[in-house]
C-alpha cells in the first residue's frame, strides 16, 4: 500500500537541472523618448488622488479646531457672567450692576456669529 503511494520513491516530477538564467539585464524604459532633450527640463507628473482624503480630514480638523477657538474666544470675552476684574467676581452683576449685564447681554448675543448665520433666510 505504502509503495503505491510514492513512498518509497522519488517523485517524478521533479528534476535535477538549474534554471537558466540570462547573462545581461534587460534595458530599462523610463519614458524618456528620442524627443526629449537632456538638459529640458520635464513638466512633474501629473497628480493623482491618492492623498484626497487625507487633505479632506486635516481639512475637517483644521475647521471644527478654528470653530471651538473662535467660541472660545467668544464665551471669555463677550459672555455676561464672565468677569475679569477681581472686585467684580465676588459680587452677583445682576443686583449690583443690572444695567450694566442687560448691557453686555445684548453685546453678547449681537456679537455672536454663529447666530448671525443661523438667521439667515433664502
Do not use: C
Not at 535535477?16 to 538564467?21: A, Q, V
Not at 481639512?59 to 478654528?66: E, Q
Not at 463677550?78 to 475679569?84: D, F, I, K
Request: aromatic share 8%; net charge positive; glycine share 8%.
Amino acid at each position: 500500500m505504502l509503495s503505491r503511494l510514492g513512498a518509497g520513491k522519488s517523485p517524478t516530477f521533479a528534476t535535477s537541472t538549474t534554471p537558466k538564467m540570462k547573462a545581461f539585464a534587460l534595458p530599462l524604459d523610463l519614458g524618456h523618448g528620442e524627443d526629449a532633450k537632456p538638459g529640458a527640463a520635464r513638466a512633474p507628473p501629473p497628480l493623482k488622488g491618492d492623498f484626497v482624503p487625507m487633505y479632506v480630514a486635516l481639512g475637517l480638523i483644521g475647521l471644527s479646531a478654528t470653530l471651538g477657538l473662535y467660541t472660545a474666544m467668544h464665551q471669555l470675552s463677550h459672555a455676561p457672567n464672565v468677569r475679569v476684574r477681581k472686585s467684580l467676581r465676588e459680587t452677583i452683576p445682576e443686583v449690583v450692576v443690572p444695567e450694566l449685564t442687560v448691557e453686555e447681554g445684548d453685546k453678547f448675543i449681537k456679537k455672536s456669529w454663529f447666530r448671525k448665520l443661523a438667521h439667515i433666510q433664502y
